[in-house]
């Protein structure tokens, strides 16, 4: 199973919140994949939260662990279709298009989406 992590379950494993956390770690060394929009949305986070040099960290740290989706112009149109409905976006457009399970904790996505999207639930 391919597995695509969106920022809520990249976050909550940077805060050592379980079972988000847990879920998180166990699937690092599958190396799943994650859209740049999404880690950009991470490293906004940190250096709001912490600091630029944290966030940079963080993302350098990322970048070796996961596979990085860079969205094309299909892509954003998708997502942006998709956020138009639903209020989600890259997260979701990336895991159709790779044909994985996103996993996230986002109640946007888990609550209000479509429950025709693979998700792994990680609350």
Not at 55 to 63: K, M
Not at 74 to 80: D, G, N, S
Not at 83 to 92: D, K, M, P, S, T
Request: aromatic content about 6%; charged content about 25%.
């Amino acid at each position: 199973m391919i597995v695509c992590l969106d920022s809520w379950a990249v976050l909550r494993w940077l805060e050592g919140v379980n079972p988000a956390a847990a879920r998180v770690q166990k699937a690092l060394p599958s190396r799943p994949v994650m859209s740049w929009i999404n880690l950009g949305e991470v490293f906004y986070v940190m250096y709001r939260a912490a600091s630029e040099a944290d966030a940079t960290a963080v993302t350098r740290d990322l970048r070796h662990r996961l596979e990085m989706d860079i969205p094309d112009e299909r892509r954003i149109l998708e997502a942006a279709s998709i956020r138009a409905r639903h209020a989600v976006a890259f997260a979701v457009a990336t895991a159709v298009a790779r044909g994985a399970s996103l996993m996230t904790g986002d109640p946007e996505i888990l609550d209000r989406g479509d429950p025709s999207w693979p998700t792994i639930d990680v609350r």
